[in-house]
């Protein structure tokens, strides 16, 4: 236990205070410490010259990258430009523009118009058998003078008028299969083509639209 008490080394203690507590001087730190100092502050320096020196080589590079970047005011000017004098291949694109733009308002336009004869003739397609029976009315005298009963024909003829419904067939017009349907065929010396001899059932169109062809009879060249 002796040896082991003897071997112990006692730790040691470093007064590193700059203030003397018992004098109240202030201490001078010895050489060594100096020395420390001193190439403490040399490798500040020296670190602070190669940052220096590292930050004037670098800043060439950064004007020169600093030249290729596109501000806000050249981006708007490019675009004034462009605006004022227009590329030969921005004025394709807008005349190719326009004229699909044109066609698009024509194709709108002629089925908007189909539409509107389709509604339309879907409803005045019911009045068709009414207007059938004014014909077979009128054929038989019933219609002529001031009587109530033609009076009220006369107005529904000018309301489906007005809708745009046009009756055709008459005798002694042409045959036209497109238009006419025929029922019956007289061969005849009298006529030299396909003739209406007599209209059975009055055709009608709407607008371009055929509603319902004519039914006639014909009279054929012999």
Do not use: C, W
């Amino acid at each position: 236990m002796s040896d082991e008490n003897q071997n112990h080394e006692e730790p040691v203690i470093r007064d590193k205070r700059r203030i003397d507590p018992e004098t109240g001087e202030v201490r001078q730190p010895p050489a060594d410490a100096e020395g420390a100092d001193e190439a403490t502050d040399a490798a500040a320096e020296a670190a602070a010259a190669s940052a220096a020196e590292a930050s004037a080589a670098s800043a060439p590079e950064a004007s020169e990258a600093d030249e290729d970047v596109l501000t806000v005011d050249d981006i708007l000017n490019a675009a004034r430009a462009e605006v004022q004098e227009p590329s030969d291949e921005h004025l394709a694109d807008l005349k190719r523009v326009t004229a699909e733009y044109a066609n698009y308002r024509k194709r709108t336009e002629a089925n908007r118009e189909i539409e509107r004869e389709r509604a339309v003739g879907a409803a005045v397609a019911v009045l068709l058998p009414v207007l059938d029976d004014l014909d077979r009315a009128e054929k038989h005298g019933d219609l002529e003078g001031d009587a109530p009963f033609a009076t009220i024909a006369a107005k529904l003829r000018a309301a489906t008028a007005k809708l745009g419904l046009q009756p055709f067939g008459e005798v002694g017009e042409p045959f036209d299969p497109q238009r006419h349907e025929a029922i019956f065929q007289q061969p005849s010396e009298e006529v030299e083509t396909d003739t209406v001899a007599d209209v059975v059932e009055t055709g009608y169109t709407l607008g371009g639209t055929l509603l319902r062809p004519a039914k006639v009879v014909v009279k054929t060249p012999q």
